[in-house]
């Protein structure tokens, strides 16, 4: 079903105060409204019962109409393969890996295989964690029960620990985290050179996206880069930005626009997928009443399309 966002998706000014990438973007002259930039495209739709801690999601580049997602801490190191529409078309566990906290899944190249899937074990919530690591293994057949051997990244951040929900990787292979801002800034670090699983990498600090902690619907749950690496979108509970990749990762953070999600009606939004159609999916952990997690697609008119 399509519908159009209504007038009522407007950022209202308080959420803006809060918000300081929407604040940077309005003294940029850049679009921090709904309206005329995104649109409903698939409502809120319910995700298979295996999935209802749904963390994560990316879009696959070997397999058409397959998105795949995760659940998060407590649970088993399984990929899942969705359709946009909800519909589980496969489960295929992850040899080698353990699922700690996996909060964010990103497709990027990887030289044996192309495209490989990108996973980050990197949730964090009580900021004690030493043990932080990126997953990376060829993108599986949906069909498959088990992937490659994946790989493992170790890594640290520069200045102390943080709890990091987003990951997304650029077509050169460039990984990036953005830190969910639960204690302090909400911040992007880059992977430093090639990733190699016998060494700790240190992140390199990028820049600040907000000027100190936000409030609890700014706190960053989910990025991902589309395909060709143009845009960047980062989500939050509340809200949606794009940037300008090639801007974002050399520290303007002034995003290209940002939408208001409330009318989407999440129970806690944490994935997203960006598309270079501008389609951008989005997932949801499950809700308290036995509300089940869900998956929804936008279609938003990217700058420059």
Known sequence: MRCLF????????????????????????????????????????????????????????????????????????????????????????????????????????????????????????????????????????????????????????????????ALFVLPDGAIYLVTKGRHGRVSLYRYPGTPSPGREAVLVHVADLTEHAPDHPALVTGADASPSGRFVAIRTYGSLSIYRAAALTRGDVAPELTVDLTPVGEMQGEGVALLDNGRVVLTSEAGSKHLPATIAVLGCSLPGR
């Open 6 to 165: 209504a007038l009522g998706l407007m950022l209202a000014a308080g959420a803006c105060s809060r918000d300081a990438p929407a604040a940077r973007a309005a003294a940029a002259g850049r679009d921090t409204s709904a309206a005329g930039s995104c649109r409903i495209v698939e409502r809120s739709t319910p995700l298979p019962p295996q999935l209802e801690e749904s963390s994560g999601v990316a879009a696959s580049r070997a397999h058409s109409g397959v998105l795949w997602t995760h659940n998060d801490s407590g649970n088993g190191p399984v990929v899942y393969a969705v359709g946009a529409d909800g519909r589980l078309m496969g489960a295929v566990r992850v040899t080698g890996a353990k699922n700690h906290d996996w909060e964010d899944i990103a497709v990027g190249p990887c030289a044996s295989a192309g495209d490989c899937l990108y996973v980050a074990d990197t949730g964090n919530n009580d900021e004690e964690r030493d043990d932080l690591a990126i997953y990376r293994f060829p993108e599986p057949d949906p069909r498959a029960a088990h992937t490659a051997p994946a790989e493992r990244f170790r890594l640290r951040y520069p200045d102390g620990e943080h709890d990091s929900e």
